[in-house]
């Protein structure tokens, strides 16, 4: 039974495409409200707060950016037809709304740490 989880589990990972796999080093597009569908994959660095990889499920209108550090994960998101950014991070900063939107409807932005650049 272990073996046959062990080939399962390799055969899944050989699936991914990791040509779009990102590290969030620094402020990564996951999502850049082209359509909906999977993101950008994300993967673990040595150095993250991130233990686990993992691909987001994007809608057709979201921009989402994400950062990590050592002791947290920083997003911020819109919606491409929203008027409000709104960021957060796992260090005790719920989502809140960050900043508004131009008239003309929210761009991407980038993420800190912190949320909303």
Known sequence: MKARFIIAALLAAGSVNFAS????????ALC?????????????SATGYL?????????????LAAMED??????CASSK??????????NGASPNVSSA????????KAATVAGCS
């Open 81 to 90: 037809k929203g008027k409000n950014y709104f960021g957060g991070n796992t």
């Open 21 to 28: 796999a990102a590290t969030l080093t620094s402020s990564t």
């Open 32 to 44: 850049a409200a082209t359509g909906a569908g999977n993101g950008t994959a994300v993967t673990t």
């Open 51 to 63: 233990q686990a990889g993992f691909t987001p499920t994007c809608s057709a209108n979201t921009h």
């Open 101 to 108: 939107c131009p008239s003309t409807g929210c761009v991407a």
């Open 70 to 75: 050592a002791v947290q994960v920083g997003v």
